[in-house]
């Protein structure tokens, strides 16, 4: 079965400064790679997706992400985060046996 | 276009008691999901559906069970409440059988509360 760890539970980083929020994932076959963000009292809405050609993969707000198979990693990255970033983070998985599984989440916090 | 709705969006229970969660997606979508959201936890997917008249089994199963008799509603059940059930819960519906991993839509969530 598949399983998503998310490294950090919260992350500080400062206004305008570069995040990255970290995912390991583990599955015996292969796999398509999400992240979706949720903002205070909302649902959750999908910032990028991997499903196969190229590793890195480019989403909405200026996130991407990049595929790594050999380290089972789906890292989330930011060049230049804004205080409207502050939201919820998460990773999900799926071996395309029509389950998709999510970490546990990374609250991003951004300071002025 | 309203996507996914679930009602009720509060509820408050006493234990023992039952309840149904009722999601509708007008997108035609062929895949539904219940999620339970709790601190720390992330969510964990209780029980999904790939079409009508089918269930299956999530990663947190027991105490709820599920229904999927038209193709644009799937409702979670609650045959007796307890305090551990005490969750916000969120629908998703996601594409068709010709590209079933596109993009997860949720619904506002289902506050519920168990005494």
């Known amino acids: 079965a598949q399983s998503v760890t998310q490294l950090d539970s919260q992350v500080p980083v400062f206004e305008e400064a570069p995040v990255e929020l970290r995912c390991n994932y583990s599955s015996s076959v292969s796999v398509y790679l999400f992240w979706y963000v949720q903002y205070p009292n909302q649902g959750l809405q999908l910032l990028l997706k991997?499903?196969?050609?190229?590793?890195l993969v480019k989403g909405i707000n200026g996130f991407e992400a990049e595929f790594n198979k050999s380290q089972t990693s789906f890292h989330l990255r930011k060049p230049s985060v804004h205080i409207s970033d502050t939201a919820e983070y998460f990773c999900?998985?799926?071996?395309?046996?029509?389950?998709?599984?999510f970490g546990k989440g990374t609250r991003l916090h951004i300071l002025p | 276009n309203a996507g996914v709705t679930q009602t009720p969006k509060f509820r408050v229970l006493k234990t023992g008691q039952s309840m149904t969660l009722l999601c509708a997606q007008d997108m035609n979508h062929e895949y539904m999901y219940w999620y339970r959201q709790d601190p720390g936890m992330g969510l964990r997917l209780i029980h999904y559906s790939v079409g009508e008249g089918t269930t299956a089994k999530g990663e947190v199963p027991d105490g709820y069970n599920v229904s999927r008799l038209k193709k644009q509603n799937f409702l979670l059940g609650l045959e007796s409440a307890a305090p551990s059930q005490t969750s916000v819960y969120f629908c998703?519906?996601?594409?068709?059988?010709?590209?079933?991993?596109?993009?997860?839509?949720f619904g506002e969530g289902s506050r519920l509360t168990v005494l």
């Open positions: 998703a519906s996601s594409g068709d059988r010709d590209r079933p991993f596109g993009e997860l839509f």
């Open positions: 999900a998985v799926t071996n395309r046996d029509d389950k998709i599984i």
């Open positions: 991997y499903l196969s050609g190229s590793t």
